[in-house]
């Protein structure tokens, strides 16, 4: 099993799960001060922190990888991230880490491994990708040519969106299959379509010329998901470059060795009746208060993991998008609400830029949310409709939850919410 990393007898250090807490937000970047201005250092400084962004295209709000540096840092310039992860020239690109995101370019090295593995999966001799080889052929002609290209810029019969994997066609499956062996690249996006280019036309020589076996990288990977978290178990620290169990704990044994990771026990952290083992990173900072209002994407590291979440904050999270519209309970895209090292409610926001209103389509409050939950939530509400270029807050009529109606007279909107 992942967690069986250390044995028994090891002498683990009590942490109190609220001490758990603090050390886990202290490690995300929550409890600072916030900086006077922000510019691509503060932001850089954000992602180098998390070690990515993770993507997603939904945007119903605002698209994902955009909300935890709003989180952490409050109101930015977006055009700064996209010089950052957009533009060709920044110094980000994307893979596979979590799930899609935004890493790095020198951190690609890191990843061969992981593209070994998917060549090893998908460019076997009876699948799609070598009974295709014409048209793979073709494409690498193409991006040599041409240099980075989006797929609709792609002239070719196989362009066409047919069959399985999401409606792609021929040209589309054929450049994603590349981008996942590593023979391509991203250099940057266009109306947030990824450009794909031949690594060495993305890449920068440093990244290119270095070498990390699987070993190596792995540990590496390991150490900062432990840096990232704080505090963490083996699952937790496994799951955040999505590395399998077995060589996340072989890693975990180097590290602890090594002195980078100390054994702890947090009481409440168990699994079959049992104290799951944990370990916190030498250098996690142990804050004795954490001061945070923030709304968190679903996809934000301090909640991706879901488990994490129920463990470390008592939050059952489960984001509804796929649910159909009658049996969704919290709303289609659902934000926790950070205050200080609670999660104490969610709110599902829509930003309807037409109108210029930031909408409140519901609000729910976690059991045992403070008194002041709704006098922080207010001003951070107004904040976020100021980020997001929107001139005011709104509660819907039909807006659902326990904290719709208080929400909705403190806005001066109202809210047919139910039980008002």
Avoid: C
Wanted: hydrophobic share 45%.
């Amino acid at each position: 099993m992942v967690d069986q990393v250390s044995p028994a007898s090891v002498s683990r250090e009590l942490v109190s799960p609220a001490l758990a807490r603090r050390i886990a937000l202290a490690a995300q970047g929550f409890g600072r001060p916030r900086p006077a201005a922000i510019g691509t250092r503060q932001l850089n400084g954000v992602i180098d922190r998390l070690g990515l962004l993770q993507i997603d295209s939904v945007n119903v709000f605002e698209r994902s990888h955009y909300l935890p540096v709003f989180a952490r840092l409050g109101g930015y310039d977006r055009a700064l991230l996209d010089r950052l992860t957009f533009d060709a020239r920044g110094p980000h690109t994307e893979y596979w880490a979590h799930e899609a995101a935004f890493v790095r370019k020198e951190d690609w090295p890191l990843f061969a491994w992981r593209m070994e593995d998917y060549r090893a999966r998908y460019g076997a001799a009876d699948g799609w990708f070598a009974q295709n080889r014409e048209t793979v052929e073709w494409l690498r002609r193409e991006l040599a040519a041409n240099g980075p290209l989006v797929a609709g810029e792609i002239e070719h019969d196989a362009n066409t969106r047919t069959g399985p994997w999401w409606g792609w066609s021929g040209v589309k499956r054929a450049l994603e299959s590349l981008f996942l062996f590593g023979e391509v690249a991203i250099a940057g996006r266009t109306r947030f379509q990824r450009r794909y280019g031949l690594v060495e036309d993305v890449l920068p020589a440093s990244a290119l010329d270095r070498t990390v076996d699987r070993e190596d990288a792995v540990r590496e990977l390991i150490r900062r998901s432990a840096v990232a978290h704080g505090i963490g178990t083996a699952k937790d620290f496994a799951d955040y470059y999505r590395i399998k169990g077995a060589p996340a704990a072989a890693a975990i044994r180097d590290l602890e060795e090594a002195g980078d990771l100390l054994p702890v026990r947090v009481p409440g952290w168990e699994s079959n009746g049992k104290p799951t083992p944990a370990w916190v990173h030498r250098d996690a900072r142990k804050p004795r208060r954490i001061e945070a209002a923030a709304l968190l994407s679903p996809f934000d590291p301090v909640v991706w993991f879901r488990d994490r979440a129920l463990r470390m904050f008592g939050f059952h999270y489960r984001i509804e998008i796929y649910t159909p519209a009658p049996q969704r309970v919290y709303g289609y895209y659902s934000l926790p609400i950070l205050l200080d090292d609670a999660l104490v409610g969610r709110i599902d926001l829509k930003s309807d830029r037409q109108a210029g209103v930031l909408r409140v389509q519901s609000a729910w409050t976690e059991p045992g949310a403070p008194p002041a939950t709704l006098d922080r939530l207010v001003p951070l509400l107004h904040e976020t409709a100021a980020w997001q270029g929107l001139a005011s807050v709104t509660v819907s009529d039909t807006a659902r939850g326990d904290l719709a109606p208080a929400l909705a007279r403190a806005l001066g909107t109202t809210a047919a919410a139910a039980g008002e």
